[in-house]
């Protein structure tokens, strides 16, 4: 291969230095284009990473005009749904940072748009890049617990609130649920096979995000802090999920799948304020039999990588555009955890269980 693919990233924020580390320890890869609608950040974005000869942009449109073969999409929630169906129209390819977007139809729009247009819709949970994340897909999906009815899932931060873009609904669309719950979605979603969710009954609090005791913008804080839903699926599964960025305890507990053979509980890695989500990695995984009257507890040994999670989901990608492969992360499949947020909003704001319904695509 000697035509280097021509990648641009849309959006300068923290997000986007991690795609730009990653397309430059790639060969054959070129970072050649930067926008952000804020006048100089994309110039200085240019400069900070090294991506010398790249062009910088105000508008992620002159961006695609410019000439790109694909882009990751690193702006605020908001932006995710219009910047992917105009690169998607002009024919690049789309990496998305999570969540995909901000409404379940957006998603439902993005996802049509990548079929009709044949370019990939990817979607970055790097989490599912590592290896225990794998093996805990292989052992649920091996059929080792038999049928699973019930799941629970989620994560708690002590005291891991953000501020500016992620506080603001008119950028983020939600809080804590597509912050840091997306991850725990995807984890549980993608173990089972991603079966299709039907209803959710769910509750949403900003208790301590508009609190000046424990947030310094509690005036500008418009998003749930923390938030706990059931959620009916496909194939008889119940799903109880719940997040948090912020609460008086050290973690709201493992993620358990419950099947008529066996039990697999895994708890998340790390300890502290900011720790006890998804994005930080697994700590332990136990498989549970009780079986003629005992009880057996085995321990999966945990794998203690060495790989760089995020840059894997942008060599994934990358492979994908350049070898003509499916998305590695398809927008089709996270429409589902995209429905199910959606329906958290939906459900908390009306007090009532909502149905959730998606389209043939």
């Not at 990496?95 to 998603?107: C, F, H, I």
């Not at 989620?154 to 992620?166: D, K, S």
């Not at 358990?256 to 994005?279: I, R």
């Not at 199910?340 to 149905?355: F, Q, T």
């Amino acid at each position: 291969m000697t035509d280097k693919l021509k990648i641009g990233i849309i959006g300068s924020g923290g997000i986007a230095r991690g795609h730009a580390r990653a397309y430059k320890n790639l060969e054959h890869v070129e970072v050649v284009a930067v926008a952000d609608i804020v006048p100089g950040r994309a110039e200085s974005f240019i400069k900070a990473q090294g991506l010398d000869g790249a062009r910088a942009f105000t508008d992620h449109r002159e961006l695609l005009e410019f000439g790109v073969d694909a882009v990751s999409i690193c702006t605020p929630n908001v932006a995710h749904h219009e910047t992917s169906i105009d690169a998607l129209n002009a024919g690049v390819h789309v990496l998305v940072e999570k969540p995909m977007a901000v409404t379940l139809e957006q998603a439902i729009d993005m996802v049509r748009t990548a079929k009709r247009t044949g370019r990939l819709l990817s979607v970055g949970f790097q989490p599912r890049y590592d290896p225990n994340m794998q093996m805990i897909k292989e052992i649920v999906r091996s059929g080792q617990l038999g049928t699973v009815y019930y799941v629970e899932t989620g994560g708690g931060r002590r005291r891991g609130m953000p501020g500016g873009t992620f506080i603001r609904k008119d950028l983020a669309g939600a809080g804590a649920m597509a912050d840091i719950g997306c991850y725990s979605l995807d984890m549980a979603l993608n173990a089972l096979g991603y079966p299709k969710p039907l209803s959710v009954s769910a509750s949403t609090y900003n208790y301590f995000g508009t609190s000046p005791k424990y947030h310094p913008e509690a005036d500008r804080f418009e998003v749930e802090d923390f938030g706990v839903a059931l959620v009916r699926l496909e194939g008889g599964i119940t799903l109880l999920f719940k997040i948090s960025w912020a609460m008086h305890m050290d973690s709201l507990g493992a993620t358990m799948f419950l099947g008529t053979d066996a039990g697999l509980k895994v708890t998340p890695a790390g300890s502290g304020p900011w720790s006890g989500v998804w994005d930080g990695g697994v700590g332990s995984i136990t498989l549970y039999h009780d079986l003629f009257g005992q009880h057996t507890e085995t321990p999966i040994p945990v794998k203690r990588h060495q790989i760089d999670i995020f840059a894997e989901k942008v060599y994934d990608f990358v492979r994908a555009v350049q070898e003509g492969g499916p998305a590695p992360i398809p927008g089709d499949e996270i429409l589902y955890n995209q429905a199910i947020i959606d329906g958290v909003l939906r459900s908390a704001e009306s007090g009532r269980e909502v149905e959730i319904e998606i389209p043939e695509i």
